[in-house]
């Protein structure tokens, strides 16, 4: 008999770099701090969608 344990998966690198290219887009583009915060919101979203969407169906 197989054991077939799939061990979890650490997405938090996702969302990490997410964070970040999210502030840097913003920074560069406006450099306002207002912008950068929905930045990192925008890009956390765009990590949620690509984790739950298209990474959890491999």
Request: glycine letters at 8%; proline letters at 2%.
């Amino acid at each position: 008999m197989e054991n077939n344990e799939q061990t979890p998966t650490n997405y938090s690198l996702f969302y990490i770099l997410a964070a970040i290219t999210g502030i840097l887009t913003a920074w560069v583009i406006t450099g306002s701090v207002l912008i950068m915060l929905l930045g990192v919101v925008l890009g956390l979203l765009s990590a949620g969608f690509f984790v739950n969407v298209l990474v959890k169906e491999r």
